[in-house]
């Protein structure tokens, strides 16, 4: 069983920053695949970005690429979500997922099926 609790999230304008953070508590940190994922209103979830075990490799879907870096840390059971240039469209509830995945790196691991243990979600509102 695997705790996921996200932070950092809030009102930011247009063009601006936030960092999403991500606290994991329970069974080995390192053993899983960790994402993020959005939610926003009347939308379904949709994958943000991913981090391979060693948080040597990441995954992001084409909407946030060059915006968006996902980080980890293994010493410290986090995983971090740096986003720059938030646009209006970033606007949802960002979820943190674990996974125990045992597929290389890839497309599969855009899919919330793979993903075991999620946060309560965090709000980032993106204003004009």
């Known amino acids: 069983q695997v705790q996921l609790v996200e932070s950092g999230g809030g009102l930011v304008q247009a063009g601006g920053s936030l960092r999403l953070s991500c606290a994991a508590s329970?069974?080995?940190?390192?053993?899983?695949?960790m994402a993020w994922f959005r939610q926003a209103p009347g939308k379904e979830r949709e994958f943000v970005a991913a981090?391979?075990?060693?948080?040597?490799?990441?995954l992001y879907v084409d909407s946030v690429k060059g915006r968006f870096t996902i980080s980890r840390d293994n010493s410290q059971d986090t995983v971090d979500l740096q986003m720059n240039s938030l646009k209006l469209e970033d606007t949802a509830v960002y979820y943190c997922?674990?996974?125990?995945?045992?597929?290389?790196?890839?497309?599969?691991?855009?899919?919330?099926?793979?993903?075991?243990?999620w946060g309560q979600g965090i709000q980032v509102t993106v204003s004009s």
């Open positions: 981090v391979s075990w060693s948080g040597r490799s990441a």
């Open positions: 329970g069974r080995t940190f390192s053993s899983y695949a």
């Open positions: 997922a674990a996974g125990t995945t045992t597929h290389p790196m890839g497309v599969i691991w855009a899919e919330p099926s793979e993903y075991d243990f």
